[in-house]
């Protein structure tokens, strides 16, 4: 809900597509800055503590949003700048987020978790855009998206009190640059895991077109707030759909070749996004590839929950996050940016046919990508590459 309401709010105050890339850029500059610190943090201390800590710093940014609302600031940089705070919370969420799943349920069930939390997730990504641009096309106002927005991070801080992590014994590491690192390196000597998430930060990075639907709505397909709120709900559904299946329908063989196969499609329905002036075929385009996105998100989740030892789990999430980062966030400052170079089809149009290319050169040069085969323990090595048992890779 809040990021439809911020970005139509800085639309609509300064008409710039350019504005709309700053938004996702001051999120992720933080981030930037934290993601070693964060990694180190989620290893050492309770990682649903920090989450709870996150969620209620997360329902402050929202309280700040809404002063901001309330008292009708004229200049977006006010927004900006709750957030960049918004984005040192997040730097210090992901990693806590992310090595906090396997602590919840038993490990062969894992591959199945992620596929589960994934359409949950989506269904929340569904959700909250189509009611933040319903709110604010109603209000005509972003403030009451704001209350609702803060409203729900308090009950996330509720809820998650009530979870309860299984107790393991875990290394607490010893605050030092070496030990901060330690989750970088791991990734550069294990091309599974590097191939893997490298993909996807270049392949959504050009291929990210969610900045510029705010352009979409209103001047291209005419659309006004509520289609706003389609449009961006629109990815989550097929996302939500596609988790389900293969919640039902695991990925039993050729992992990898369907993880390179749903980028390239991701790459292909930006395309056609990009092209398209009809609302329902732009809907349709956008639902396609979110299916597709989450077929990829699935693999490599999982691979690197698998690949990494618990121990290291928060700081090679917290580098993952920067990837995610740089692909989600960076991505849409880079949407901006080509979208005031050249325009705004265009801008979108290339970065999709950049996707499909980046997918033909990481298959080429990550052979160990197109290796993977079942999503289970035992075909995953500890040193993050495919492994070679009976029956687990042709």
């Not at 109603?138 to 009190?161: D, H, K, M, T």
């Amino acid at each position: 809900m809040q990021s439809v309401a911020v970005a139509w709010q800085i639309y609509a105050m300064t008409s710039r597509p350019l504005d709309l890339g700053l938004v996702g850029l001051a999120q992720f500059l933080p981030g930037i800055l934290l993601f070693l610190v964060a990694g180190h943090a989620a290893d050492k201390f309770e990682r649903r503590h920090i989450l709870q800590v996150c969620y209620g710093a997360f329902s402050l940014c929202s309280a700040l949003l809404l002063w901001l609302a309330l008292h009708h600031v004229a200049s977006p940089w006010p927004i900006y700048a709750v957030l960049l705070l918004n984005g040192a919370i997040r730097a210090f969420n992901g990693p806590a987020n992310q090595s906090i799943v396997p602590a919840l349920v038993p490990v062969e069930d894992f591959p199945n978790a992620i596929a589960w939390g994934s359409s949950v997730f989506q269904t929340a990504a569904v959700l909250g855009p189509a009611a933040g641009g319903l709110i604010y096309g109603f209000a005509s106002s972003p403030i009451p998206v704001f209350c609702c927005a803060g409203a729900a991070y308090v009950s996330a801080f509720v809820l998650l009190a009530a979870v309860r992590v299984n107790a393991r014994d875990r290394t607490r590491p010893a605050a030092s640059i070496g030990m901060v690192l330690e989750g970088v390196r791991y990734i550069f000597r294990n091309k599974l895991i590097l191939g893997s998430i490298s993909l996807d930060l270049f392949a959504v990075l050009l291929g990210g077109a969610v900045a510029l639907l705010p352009v979409y709505a209103r001047e291209i397909l005419h659309a006004g707030a509520y289609g706003l709120g389609v449009l961006r709900s629109a990815p989550a559904v097929g996302a939500v759909v596609m988790g389900l299946v293969v919640a039902h329908w695991p990925l039993k063989r050729r992992a990898g070749v369907a993880m390179l196969a749903s980028v390239f499609a991701f790459g292909i329905f930006t395309v056609l996004f990009g092209l398209s002036r009809n609302m329902v075929f732009s809907v349709a385009a956008l639902i396609l590839a979110g299916a597709s996105d989450t077929v990829s998100v699935i693999v490599r989740h999982t691979l690197l929950q698998l690949a990494t030892p618990d121990h290291m789990r928060g700081r090679v999430s917290a580098v993952n996050m920067i990837f995610i980062g740089a692909s989600n966030e960076v991505g849409q400052f880079e949407s901006g940016l080509a979208a005031h170079w050249f325009g705004t089809v265009p801008a979108v149009v290339l970065g999709g046919l950049g996707t499909m290319a980046i997918v033909i050169i990481w298959a080429l040069n990550f052979p160990v990508l197109r290796q993977i085969d079942q999503l289970v323990p035992d075909a995953i090595s500890p040193e993050g590459r495919a492994s070679k048992p009976p029956s687990a890779i042709v």
